[in-house]
Nanobody, 117 residues
Framework: VQLVESGGGLVLAGGSLRLSCAAS????????MGWFRQAPGKEREFVAA????????YYADSVKGRFTISRDNAKNTVWLQMNSLKPEDTAVYYC???????????WGQGTQVTVSS
């Protein structure tokens, strides 16, 4: 499956952004989807994930209550709505797909999110 992220950009602290990830190549509903991020000099970290049907969602503690992951299997798209953004949310955000269990083995190229104070 091929993944293409969009929607990143520069935003002031307290603002919002909505990231999109368009999937192609395979049956989208066969994949659990996730968002990860990597800040400069840091390891890539988990942000949020959503189950194959969309019935289950999971969040890192650092974003819980501020970010929302959703998907539309008819549109082959997963979104990450990010509200109340903080400077520490600045990172490259990656979309990922997991065909088996929660092993994310397909990745997009990433989209930059920069939050200024």
């Amino acid at each position: 499956v091929q993944l293409v992220e969009s929607g990143g950009g520069l935003v002031l602290a307290g603002g919002s952004l909505r990231l999109s990830c368009a999937a192609s190549g395979r049956t989208f509903s066969n994949y659990a989807m996730g968002w990860f991020r990597q800040a400069p000099g840091k390891e890539r970290e988990f942000v949020a994930a959503i189950s194959w049907s969309g019935g289950g969602t999971y969040y890192a503690d650092s974003v819980k209550g501020r970010f929302t992951i959703s998907r539309d299997n008819a549109k082959n798209t997963v979104w990450l709505q990010m509200n109340s953004l903080k400077p520490e949310d600045t990172a490259v955000y990656y979309c990922a797909a997991a065909h088996n269990s929660w092993n994310f083995d397909y990745w997009g190229q990433g989209t930059q999110v920069t939050v200024s104070s």
